[in-house]
């Protein structure tokens, strides 16, 4: 028979401050194998810890209750205190009576203290099932692997690499750099962006510890925590190793006019190309579906002017697997598409109306206009500068509702370099809100309004043509009165959403996204750079808007986490996991299609029967991707499949205990 004690928290107030907490530990030492019951003010504290030792200890306890806060914020903490006086770690029950008793009734005080004791009664009835549970032990691969060479990839794999571990760079663009080598200077600093990005991307591509494959796709994931096996697809380049990168096959191309994706467009590159002179490998490639080789099976012309005969038509994709612990998916953002969604602003039909990142690769130096602010529709210097943000972020009817985060600072930037670039100019900017949430950003935008920036408070209704200015319509809700705007040029702060094929990376790897499609984190407060799949971890926007600031430090504590599983020749894995009673299991393996981590494989067994061995096929859980969500024990027909911790004889206890 189990002995059990029950610990009550008061939480300070937040527990004791409306649940009777002494009535609630009285009533409990009467539960069925109840021998000790307590009630103290902050059971996670150092002494209230002591007293759960001292009380196994003395009272000989072979099961604890906690009733306190949620099992999320203090399970573990309980569970490493009863393992320090000798107890299996996994005979803990947590009552949460903070967030279901004292914070939904805090009105009703004698309903809740009575809530908390059902509570209390039912952990104790589970806790008289609970079965000592213990972790396996999982070896590791001491290699992590990155998706994505943005800033948040770059900075992880120097600060992995300095550790002593190899790191495995998967970036899909012929060059690694990510969109902050498209920004000419960042916020509040107002650094030259390129000056602090390439050198990171030089650091990584000449590190021991790095290989990068650019141009390339993770394909396939397989495995689990410390051990992963992981497909990368190295698209064909058409330019081989020997390239040393002297530009004579991009100079002789004869194929141009072709949109330059490094400056949206805005400037023209050859067939054969290298994204921009700072590139990382600075190794071109050969735009297959423009090429004129083959487009029309003839020209040959870089081919034939190559000196070390890089140039490889007959190149194709190859597949390569790489072997490693931890995997960090950081594959950035992208714009939302304005010109599908807001026809006011014209659906892109006007050229002088452009986006925050247009515009950055305009004022940048080595952009298609040499670092000067022209109107792409007739290349004159515009007087009149118009600054819309919030275009598709907290926009619930035509974009998202989320705040883009960065958008208000890059604003304050951009007008402060046409006010600083063009004299005599005037800028107008369009808010909502302005969010200055960072070191030194409010007073960079008290800088900008000093500045002689007009800030107008309210969105634009609508954007046209009129002669060779842009005629912009809005609102100034602060003086009630509509406002009107001849511009010459209009810049919009679009909304930052998930990269191109970002869900795509995460069911390949096996991992969720929010609703809004952002990768999920595991917990937002407790655990925000993991995510809900061991060994797999995130850094940057593609978890939710950021600037670099924040990236660069979110980056580094992914890094951080991920050296530390590496450390490790082994971790111990969870044991609350789902197992197959071999014995009913039919093989209709209809868990294996609900299990999220596809942690459920099929298993030949060879059964005896009088005068004959049987081979048939039932489920196997891998005990490495099994994360315990239960999926699979609703789905099983026979009742083959359990959840350690949670089995059906536990949990039909507390729902016996309940109906009392």
């Known amino acids: 028979m189990q002995r059990i004690g029950v610990f009550i928290c008061w939480c300070g107030s937040n527990i004791g401050g409306v649940v009777d907490v002494p009535a609630v530990a009285r009533e409990a030492a009467k539960f069925h194998g109840v021998v000790y019951s307590a009630e103290y003010k902050y059971m996670c504290s150092e002494p209230g810890q002591e007293m759960i030792v001292s009380a196994i200890k003395e009272h000989r306890l072979t099961g604890v209750v906690v009733a306190s806060c949620s099992p999320t914020l203090h399970e573990i903490t309980f569970r490493k205190n009863i393992a320090r006086a000798g107890l299996n770690p996994y005979m803990l029950e947590m009552a949460n009576i903070r967030e279901q008793c004292s914070w939904v009734h805090q009105h009703e005080p004698e309903k809740a203290t009575q809530k908390a004791i059902e509570l209390v009664r ?186 070390t005969g890089a140039i490889d038509y007959e190149q194709g994709d190859e597949f390569v697997t790489e072997n490693v612990g931890a995997i960090l ?112 950003y409010e007073e960079f935008y008290l800088k900008t309004l000093h500045e002689g920036a007009i800030y107008t408070r309210g969105r634009v209704s609508k954007i046209y043509p009129e002669g060779n200015h842009l005629i912009v319509k809005g609102a100034d809700t602060l003086l009630g009165r509509p406002v009107e705007v001849v511009a010459d040029m209009v810049v919009l702060a679009t909304a930052m959403i998930p990269s191109a094929g970002s869900a795509d990376v995460a069911r390949t790897v096996g991992f969720t996204v929010d609703k809004d499609g952002f990768f999920q984190e595991a917990h937002p407060k407790l655990r925000p750079v993991e995510t809900n799949t061991g060994g797999v971890f995130l850094a940057g926007a593609c978890q939710g808007p950021k600037d670099i600031p924040d990236t660069v430090a979110q980056a580094s504590g992914a890094a951080a986490k991920i050296i530390g599983l590496l450390s490790h020749s082994e971790i111990a894995g969870e044991p609350t996991i789902a197992r197959v009673n071999e014995a009913i299991c039919s093989g209709c393996l209809a868990c294996q299609g609900i299990c999220p981590y596809r942690a459920i494989e099929p298993k030949e067994i060879v059964e005896r029967l009088p005068g004959k061995q049987v081979t048939r096929v039932v489920a196997s859980v891998n005990s490495g991707l099994c994360q315990g969500c239960g999926a699979c024990t609703v789905a099983c027909r026979p009742g083959a499949l359990n959840l350690k911790g949670f089995t059906n004889e536990q949990l039909l206890s507390e729902v016996d205990a309940l109906c009392q």
């Not at 495995?168 to 962006?193: A, H, N, Q, W, Y």
Request: some cysteine; glycine content about 10%; overall charge positive.
């Open 122 to 307: 039912r952990a104790v009835a589970k806790a008289g099932k609970l079965e000592p549970l213990f972790e396996s032990a999982i070896p590791v691969t001491k290699r992590a692997l990155i998706i994505g060479g943005g800033i948040a990839g770059i900075q992880a794999a120097l600060d992995i690499a300095d550790a002593g571990n190899e790191v495995i760079i998967v970036e899909r663009e012929p060059t690694i750099g990510g969109k902050m080598v498209l920004l000419d200077k960042t916020f509040p600093t107002l650094d030259c962006s390129a000056c602090i990005s390439t050198p990171k991307m030089v650091s990584a591509a000449q590190h021991p510890n790095i290989k990068i494959y650019t141009y390339a796709e993770v394909e396939e994931v397989k495995g689990y925590i410390g051990n992963f096996s992981v497909v990368v697809k190295q698209k064909a380049r058409s330019v081989n190793s020997k390239c040393t990168g002297c530009g004579i096959c991009w100079a002789k191309c004869p194929t141009k006019n072709i949109p330059n994706e490094f400056d949206l467009g805005m400037s023209m590159r050859k067939a054969i190309y290298v994204p921009f002179p700072q590139a990382v490998p600075n190794r071109p490639v050969i735009d297959r579906e423009r090429c004129r080789q083959f487009v029309k099976g003839k020209c040959g012309v870089c081919q034939k002017f190559c000196p």
């Open 329 to 440: 998916a950081a594959t950035g953002y992208d714009l939302i598409d304005w010109t599908k969604i807001y026809g006011e602003y014209g659906y892109g039909k006007y050229p002088d109306v452009v986006t925050g990142l247009h515009f950055e690769r305009m004022v940048n130096a080595s952009g298609p206009t040499g670092g000067k602010i022209l109107r792409p529709s007739d290349g004159e210097q515009p007087k009149t500068v118009v600054f819309v943000k919030c275009v598709g972020s907290r926009d619930e009817a035509k974009g998202r509702e989320y705040c883009s985060r960065a958008c208000c600072m890059y604003t304050a930037k951009h007008a402060h370099q046409v006010l600083e670039k063009i004299p005599g100019s005037q800028v107008v900017i369009f808010y909502i809100d302005v969010r200055c949430a960072g070191k030194a």
